[in-house]
Nanobody, 117 residues
Framework: QVQLVESGGALVQPGGSLRLSCAASGGSIFSTYVMGWYRQAPGKQRDLVATITRTRSTSYADFVKGRFTISRDNAKNTVYLQMNSLKPEGTAVYYC??????????WGQGTQVTVSS
């Protein structure tokens, strides 16, 4: 069983930056998982933000391309999301997900990001 713990959420002004972290524990094969960041705004569905494979191939939702960067440190069992040029519509709970492929098998509890002046 894999446990995921997100951190780094905060209140930030529009145009600001944040780095989210997701630490994994309870499993010995973190390096083989596809890791992803997702977000869910109040009353809306959970959307994919970015993913990174075990070979560090990355993909991004169109609404974050050029502003967000996903990365992973397999030695620390941690995945990161660097978010720049944040917009108010980026206000959401951000979740970390892990899976062997396209399906997310494990979720974190989420971390709140609020973009507001």
């Amino acid at each position: 069983q894999v446990q995921l713990v997100e951190s780094g959420g905060a209140l930030v002004q529009p145009g600001g930056s944040l780095r989210l972290s997701c630490a994994a524990s309870g499993g010995s094969i973190f390096s083989t998982y596809v890791m992803g960041w997702y977000r869910q705004a109040p009353g809306k569905q959970r959307d994919l933000v970015a993913t990174i494979t075990r070979t560090r191939s990355t993909s991004y939702a169109d609404f974050v391309k050029g502003r967000f960067t996903i990365s992973r440190d397999n030695a620390k069992n941690t995945v990161y999301l660097q978010m720049n040029s944040l917009k108010p519509e980026g206000t959401a709970v951000y979740y970390c997900g892990a899976g062997a492929g396209a399906t997310v098998n494990y979720w974190g509890q989420g971390t709140q990001v609020t973009v507001s002046s």
